[in-house]
């Protein structure tokens, strides 16, 4: 049969049964573009279809993505950043959350509370800030993420601060913009001995 794609699937038998879906994840669909690990799940995001979605497996389990009748809290997840921008979900990192990173804003994912892990029932995801990230993967030190803009010419610090209870940081590269003057950074790497130096390639 064929969906409202006219995306052709097989069957893998004839009886007739009420226990069935199509897959998140085909060649029509598209397939997940970043990954991340968080709490021993295996987190997937952004496929060309769902462009705002994102997946993590079973606690430990990072072949299975199964949802049982009566949900358990190992299960599987699937979910959405609810915004009011449809901007593709570009990176995903893990400090004490799951960072992600769309064209136009940035996000935590976490249970909603720091001492809890993520569950079906017990997941938030929440805006942090809207300035927007490349296609780059940012780049974690200790306890902060890098990551450069949307138009590749600035780079900003992503921190997690205790009064606020939100990531938030500040432009790094406002006191040398010349070097980014008519350039984009489209690679970069962090070396920590024997000196902290980012390497940037533009």
């Known amino acids: 049969f064929t969906d409202s794609n006219n995306y052709l699937y097989g069957l893998s038998s ?8 199509i897959g998140a994840w085909n060649p029509e669909y598209g397939y997940p573009s970043c990954a991340t690990f968080f709490q021993d799940r295996l987190t997937f995001a952004s496929t060309k279809k769902d462009r705002l979605d994102f997946w993590t497996s079973e606690t430990g389990n990072y072949n299975k993505f199964y949802i049982h009748h009566d949900v358990q809290d190992d299960d599987a997840i ?3 950043l609810v915004s009011g921008r449809a901007n593709d979900i570009q990176n995903m990192i893990s400090l004490n959350s799951i960072l992600a990173f769309t064209y136009g804003s940035e996000w935590k ?6 001492k809890s892990a993520i569950t079906p029932s017990s997941i938030n995801a929440a805006q942090q800030s809207s300035i927007g990230c490349s296609k780059v993967t940012p780049l974690i030190l200790n306890d902060r993420a890098l990551f450069i803009t949307r138009l590749g010419n600035s780079v900003r610090d992503f921190a997690y601060d205790v009064y606020s209870d939100t990531f938030k940081g500040d432009e790094q590269t406002l006191y040398s913009r010349h070097l980014f003057k008519n350039y984009s950074i489209v690679d970069w790497a962090y070396q920590s001995v024997p000196d902290d130096i980012i390497w940037a390639v533009s």
């Open 14 to 21: 004839t009886d007739a049964t009420k226990m069935w879906a």
């Open 109 to 114: 994912i976490n249970s909603g509370s720091s």
């Open 78 to 80: 699937s979910k959405t």
